[in-house]
T-cell receptor, first 109, second 113 residues
Framework: GQNIDQPTEMTATEGAIVQINCTYQ??????LFWYQQHAGEAPTFLSY????GLEEKGRFSSFLSRSKGYSYLLLKELQMKDSASYLCAVRDDDYKLSFGAGTTVTVRA | IAGITQAPTSQILAAGRRMTLRCTQD?????MYWYRQDLGLGLRLIHY???????GKGEVPDGYSVSRANTDDFPLTLASAVPSQTSVYFC????????????FGEGSRLTVL
């Protein structure tokens, strides 16, 4: 089975940095994904890690440690539009994706 | 540019009724998925299809069935709806490239009374 944990909520100030942690215990591993979902909308792809280390994409970075079953998503220079849910997801050996419950980030002025 | 189209967007349904949620993609992706999203539980996989003609069960398949007659269409059927199937349903497809990220439809909000 899959067990993916991430905090339920986080609040940060505009311009600040927020780090969303995700820990996982899964049967098989074939990549870790982060998705962004604004309220009432569909999730959209943010990042993908399959090897250990940091992947940077503009203001967003994602880190993976496979030995620790750990990932984080780093959001820098926060903007109001970054207020959303952030979903951690792990792909298994059958290429099926399992999601955590999501972290709701609220950015305050 | 369509991507993935789901229908209906929203539906209220009486318990015991049969309902089919439609999903069509125009990206020629091989793999397609149905998820339900409930508050506090996140996205849970109902059924999936790795290629036309094949389907598989996900984490919460009971009460649902799917078919994949061709690459583009992946309908989800509730044979006899129950109130616990009230949820937002997302259809998704994925590429077969290195990343293979999911592309989601806009969702179908289903309420079973």
């Amino acid at each position: 089975g899959q067990n993916i944990d991430q905090p339920t909520e986080m609040t940060a100030t505009e311009g600040a940095i927020v780090q969303i942690n995700c820990t996982y215990q899964t049967s098989g591993f074939n990549g870790l994904f982060w998705y962004q979902q604004h309220a009432g909308e569909a999730p959209t792809f943010l990042s993908y890690n399959v090897l250990d280390g940091l992947e940077e994409k503009g203001r967003f970075s994602s880190f993976l440690s496979r030995s620790k079953g750990y990932s984080y998503l780093l959001l820098k220079e926060l903007q109001m539009k970054d207020s959303a849910s952030y979903l951690c997801a792990v792909r298994d050996d059958d290429y099926k994706l399992s999601f955590g419950a999501g972290t709701t980030v609220t950015v305050r002025a | 540019i369509a991507g993935i189209t789901q229908a209906p967007t929203s539906q209220i349904l009486a318990a015991g009724r049969r309902m089919t949620l439609r999903c069509t993609q125009d990206m020629r992706h091989n793999a397609m998925y149905w998820y339900r999203q409930d508050l506090g539980l996140g996205l849970r996989l109902i059924h999936y299809s790795n290629t036309a003609g094949t389907t598989g069960k996900g984490e919460v398949p009971d009460g649902y069935s799917v078919s994949r007659a061709n690459t583009d269409d992946f309908p989800l059927t509730l044979a006899s709806a129950v109130p616990s199937q009230t949820s937002v349903y997302f259809c998704a497809s994925s590429t077969s490239g290195e990343t293979g990220e999911l592309f989601f439809g806009e969702g179908s909000r289903l309420t079973v009374l």
